[in-house]
Each structure stands twice: as structure tokens, then as C-alpha cells.
């Protein structure tokens, strides 16, 4: 079973920047791809990122070109490089460790991002 540990929220200003990581541990058999989700306070959870076994990724349309979703196998860690940070990116992201479309092996607790001057 795979355990998720995120980190690296925080506050910034807006155009700011920020990585979050996710440290998985445990056995990873049967995760296929790996996402980023957020949920901001009154709206309901939003994918935002994903990166497949392949590599192959995708964003969603309110963070392309501004997120970038990676992987180092190596330190079993997926990260999210955020840049040109807007004030609506404000939510916890989490990330879950996906094994086929809807179901997932495992979610990690979240870190909070805040985007404000």
C-alpha cells in the first residue's frame, strides 16, 4: 500500500511561485498515474494535474502554462511547479496515487496554498 506525504505550501503574493512535492512510500503496484487535485473553500475539487506511467501529462485549462507537473522516480517524489500564482489558485492540493480511471490507491493530507498580497 502507498502512503502520500505532501509539502511546500505556503503564502505568496500573487506572480509568485511555489513546488509542492509529494513523497510516496510503500509499494507502488498497480499506480498508473499520478494526480494533482485542489478544493478551494465553497467549490468543489478540482483535478489540476496529471502525470501517467508514460509520462504523459495533463493540466487543467485554468493552470496550463503556468503549473508543471513532474516526477523523480529515483526519490519516489511527484512535484507541482507553480509559477505566475493568481489569487483563485488559493486551496488545499493534494495528490492521489491513481491505479485506473476512479480509483485510487491513495490520497495524501493536503498542503495548503495561499495566494495574497
Known amino acids: 500500500q502507498v502512503q502520500l506525504v505532501e509539502s511546500g505550501g505556503g503564502l505568496v503574493q500573487p506572480g509568485g511561485s511555489l513546488r509542492l512535492s509529494c513523497a510516496a512510500s510503500?509499494?507502488?503496484?498497480?499506480?498508473?498515474?499520478w494526480d494533482w487535485y485542489r478544493r478551494a473553500p465553497g467549490k468543489q475539487r478540482e483535478l489540476v494535474a496529471t502525470?501517467?506511467?508514460?509520462?504523459?501529462?495533463n493540466y487543467a485549462d485554468s493552470v496550463k502554462g503556468r503549473f508543471t507537473i513532474s516526477r523523480d522516480n529515483a526519490k519516489n517524489t511527484v512535484y507541482l511547479q507553480m509559477n505566475s500564482l493568481k489569487p483563485e489558485d488559493t486551496a488545499l492540493y493534494y495528490c492521489?496515487?491513481?491505479?485506473?480511471?476512479?480509483?485510487?490507491?491513495?490520497w495524501g493530507q493536503g498542503t495548503q496554498v495561499t495566494v495574497s498580497s
Open positions: 502525470i501517467n506511467s508514460d509520462s504523459s501529462t
Open positions: 510503500g509499494s507502488m503496484f498497480g499506480i498508473n498515474a
Open positions: 492521489g496515487a491513481r491505479v485506473r480511471l476512479g480509483v485510487w490507491g491513495a
